[in-house]
């Protein structure tokens, strides 16, 4: 497993959207080479974690192959920040690792490369070299303010007001890429 000590961490994989680029489809179960884009971003950080908790807002039934599932505290696909202050609530330890179920490879080092900068920060975020990954973050449960009942803030927004620290990986930008549109997943 992750070699943190004791500390636990969560994966928090936010499949809640609508997909409205993708038609509709749930993006979270599309299939990409061959598997749902779930099943790449679970095995993915399987070896980094110690749960899997997917926030999906529908097809929980499918989702629950991967991992713990639940629902949006509030209803109406208030968007990621929703997702993440859902996952915060339900997570059952010290860290939670947050990732959107649209970017497939996450790399199997996102963990361990956040989790250096863990010491000095409540909110650790990675990078890539040109913006913020505002969805490929850790958070320590305990020292948040949790976000306020505004679906419109953005989730760097919310960040902002942490203690936040960001990770570089402008040697690996690739691994956030993400997948919206049906040409996306050719």
């Not at 070699?3 to 179960?29: F, I, N, Y």
């Not at 509030?74 to 609530?89: K, M, V």
């Not at 080092?109 to 956040?114: E, G, P, Y």
Request: hydrophobic letters at 45%; aromatic letters at 6%.
């Amino acid at each position: 497993m992750k070699p943190l000590g004791a500390e636990a961490v969560t994966a928090a994989v936010l499949a809640g959207g609508r997909a409205q680029r993708l038609g509709g489809v749930d993006k979270g179960l599309a299939l990409w080479r061959g598997r749902p884009l779930i099943a790449h971003v679970a095995a993915a950080l399987a070896d980094q974690v110690d749960d899997i908790l997917i926030v999906a807002n529908r097809n929980a039934d499918e989702y629950r192959r991967y991992g713990r599932v639940c629902a949006d505290d509030q209803a109406g696909y208030r968007g990621p920040l929703e997702g993440i202050a859902t996952a915060l609530r339900q997570t059952r330890s010290d860290w939670l690792l947050v990732v959107p179920v649209d970017s497939p490879e996450p790399g199997a080092d996102l963990l361990a490369r956040l989790w250096r900068a863990h010491d000095a920060a409540d909110v650790v975020v990675a990078h890539d070299g040109r913006r913020r990954q505002p969805l490929f973050a850790l958070y320590r449960c305990a020292a948040l303010a949790m976000p306020g009942d505004d679906p419109d803030m953005p989730v760097w927004a919310w960040q902002d007001r942490q203690v936040l620290r960001e990770v570089d990986f402008s040697d690996s930008p690739a691994r956030f890429a993400n997948l919206n549109t049906a040409e996306d997943f050719q």
